[in-house]
């Protein structure tokens, strides 16, 4: 069975902490126009395969705060009650577009996620606490054998926020795109030619258990990557796989300063980094100790979370967000003030996110969400609109 997320999923943490921070960076005063409860998107079938696909639309509905699917005509439907075991949900699948061919629906001002898997439904259960969402880290899970992937977006009154992701894992590749108000789109998501097999080529090669974090089909069939936190939660990844970096970067800020400067428009807005003992204490311009961080474990990192926690707030939040990305990005060592946001100096280290690495390293444009604070610097596979006139997502081949 699958289990429920005791956490929100990270992602989608990221998705909503960066749409808040685009809305507050929003032009004042600028007119726009309203923006409709629904918006049409594409989905175009450009996977090559010959399997029938199909699309899920579930989130939040933001007027409400409900949770639930909407259709294909983008008419909202609420989950009914779970149970302990979970129970079936709905169906909410929408048939997608055969190979070769195009599909459009309409999705609501939501928060959620726009699922697509190929060959099979997927199996979405229900408990007393909501939707249990497929969890492949888990062997049990009855999704485990289906090539699937999602899309995480949120529609409302400011605009669209539509991103590809990575988080949680690498799988069947797509697309994202939005028509703007003058008829021009932006687009990103897609892999460069062979990206698929490189990225899984590039694992197998990648010595100190990277490769564990490959899962198939008992014939063999790759369906995904488990990000790297999986990895550590599961043994597939060894837990001490950040030590040495984190070691290094704790002897070099014990006699020295780290500053971060969290917010790109606020340049006058620093905090500095001082090592003593297994803490990270970090202290305004007036030398008060506002924040401090334990050493971190590779799970900490990778998942942004635990020991490396960023609450929504204006300062352990964006520190600790600073720090993430530079310790993903193996950059700390590299430039004593961060974020570091020249992408030569990422992923360097022999010590360093891999899977985040060869994720950037295979995307068309450079850009993914390989982790969850990987906007830190805008490196996030992110497509917005104040004024979405369409939406666009693209299944891509596996090759």
Same mark, same amino acid.
């Given at each position: 069975?699958?289990?429920?997320?005791?956490?929100?999923?990270?992602?989608?943490?990221?998705?909503?902490?960066?749409?808040?921070?685009?809305?507050?960076?929003?032009?004042?005063?600028?007119?726009?126009?309203?923006?409709?409860?629904?918006?049409?998107?594409?989905?175009?079938?450009?996977?090559?395969?010959?399997?029938?696909?199909?699309?899920?639309?579930?989130?939040?509905?933001?007027?409400?705060?409900?949770?639930?699917?909407?259709?294909?005509?983008?008419?909202?439907? +609420?989950?009914?009650?779970?149970?302990?075991?979970?129970?079936?949900?709905?169906?909410?699948?929408?048939?997608?577009?055969?190979?070769?061919?195009?599909?459009?629906?309409?999705?609501?001002?939501?928060?959620?996620?726009?699922?697509?898997?190929?060959?099979?439904?997927?199996?979405?259960?229900?408990?007393?606490?909501?939707?249990?969402?497929? +969890?492949?880290?888990?062997?049990?899970?009855?999704?485990?054998?289906?090539?699937?992937?999602?899309?995480?977006?949120?529609?409302?009154?400011?605009?669209?926020?539509?991103?590809?992701?990575?988080?949680?894992?690498?799988?069947?590749?797509?697309?994202?795109?939005?028509?703007?108000?003058?008829?021009?789109?932006?687009?990103?998501?897609?892999?460069?030619?062979?990206?698929?097999?490189?990225?899984?080529?590039?694992?197998?090669?990648?010595?100190?258990?990277?490769?564990?974090?490959?899962?198939?089909?008992?014939?063999?069939?790759?369906?995904?990557?488990?990000?790297?936190?999986?990895?550590?939660?599961?043994?597939?990844?060894?837990?001490?796989?950040?030590?040495?970096?984190?070691?290094?970067?704790?002897?070099?800020?014990?006699?020295? +300063?780290?500053?971060?400067?969290?917010?790109?428009?606020?340049?006058?807005?620093?905090?500095?980094?001082?090592?003593?003992?297994?803490?990270?204490?970090?202290?305004?311009?007036?030398?008060?100790?506002?924040?401090?961080?334990?050493?971190?474990?590779? +799970?900490?990192?990778?998942?942004?979370?635990?020991?490396?926690?960023?609450?929504?707030?204006?300062?352990?939040?964006?520190?600790?967000?600073?720090?993430?990305?530079?310790?993903?990005?193996?950059?700390?060592?590299?430039?004593?003030?961060?974020?570091?946001?020249?992408?030569?100096?990422?992923?360097?280290?022999?010590?360093?996110?891999?899977?985040?690495?060869?994720?950037?390293?295979?995307?068309?444009?450079?850009?993914?969400?390989?982790?969850?604070?990987?906007?830190?610097?805008?490196?996030?596979?992110?497509?917005?609109?104040?004024?979405?006139?369409?939406?666009?997502?693209?299944?891509?081949?596996?090759?």
């Amino acid at each position: 069975m699958p289990h429920t997320l005791a956490r929100p999923a990270v992602s989608l943490a990221a998705a909503a902490a960066l749409a808040g921070g685009l809305l507050a960076l929003g032009a004042p005063g600028r007119a726009q126009a309203a923006v409709p409860d629904t918006v049409p998107l594409k989905i175009t079938n450009s996977s090559g395969r010959s399997e029938p696909v199909y699309v899920y639309d579930l989130g939040t509905q933001l007027s409400s705060g409900r949770q639930g699917w909407a259709d294909a005509n983008g008419a909202f439907h +609420a989950w009914p009650a779970g149970g302990n075991p979970p129970t079936p949900a709905p169906d909410a699948a929408i048939p997608g577009p055969a190979a070769g061919q195009s599909k459009t629906i309409r999705i609501p001002k939501f928060s959620g996620r726009i699922y697509f898997s190929y060959g099979r439904k997927l199996d979405f259960r229900l408990t007393t606490g909501g939707l249990v969402q497929p +969890a492949v880290q888990n062997p049990s899970d009855p999704n485990r054998d289906i090539l699937f992937n999602w899309s995480e977006y949120t529609l409302n009154d400011s605009g669209l926020w539509l991103n590809s992701t990575q988080v949680d894992m690498f799988s069947a590749p797509y697309a994202v795109g939005v028509q703007r108000a003058d008829g021009s789109v932006s687009s990103t998501g897609h892999l460069k030619p062979g990206g698929w097999t490189g990225f899984f080529d590039a694992l197998r090669g990648r010595p100190g258990g990277w490769a564990g974090l490959i899962q198939t089909r008992p014939d063999g069939t790759v369906l995904r990557a488990l990000s790297p936190l999986y990895g550590v939660e599961t043994g597939a990844l060894p837990a001490n796989v950040m030590d040495d970096y984190v070691n290094r970067v704790w002897r070099k800020y014990t006699t020295s +300063a780290l500053t971060v400067t969290p917010f790109a428009d606020r340049p006058g807005t620093k905090y500095y980094g001082r090592v003593s003992g297994d803490v990270m204490n970090f202290t305004d311009s007036s030398g008060a100790v506002v924040t401090s961080f334990r050493k971190p474990d590779a +799970a900490s990192i990778f998942g942004c979370h635990k020991l490396l926690d960023a609450p929504n707030d204006q300062v352990r939040g964006p520190i600790s967000r600073t720090l993430c990305a530079g310790f993903n990005r193996s950059t700390l060592l590299v430039h004593p003030s961060q974020p570091d946001t020249t992408t030569a100096d990422f992923y360097k280290d022999p010590v360093t996110n891999h899977y985040a690495r060869e994720v950037h390293a295979r995307t068309a444009d450079g850009k993914a969400y390989a982790f969850a604070f990987d906007d830190v610097g805008n490196q996030e596979s992110l497509v917005h609109d104040g004024s979405p006139r369409q939406a666009y997502l693209t299944l891509d081949p596996l090759s």
